[in-house]
């Protein structure tokens, strides 16, 4: 957490992937706009946030106007 608030992305995602804390792993993809890889994450190793990680995605391309994107991920 202090690493995100640092500006230190990778060593905090490298440090929740050896604590195998997938789901702020993904989160912090997610944050990060790293969309294809928190979905990775979340498909491989997090399943149950699984739904989430593809609404945030939708969210995400709809918000950056790329509405294509964004229906595929509802």
Known sequence: MVAIQ???IEEAKQS???CKRYDL???VCQ??????????????????NLRNAFYNA????????KIDLA????
């Open 71 to 74: 229906i595929e991920f509802y």
């Open 58 to 65: 939708a969210k995400y391309y709809e918000a950056s106007n």
């Open 25 to 27: 792993l993904s989160k």
């Open 31 to 48: 944050a990060n706009g790293e969309i294809e890889e928190a979905i990775n994450v979340a498909d491989k190793n997090d399943r149950i």
């Open 16 to 18: 929740y992937e050896e």
């Open 6 to 8: 640092l500006n230190m």
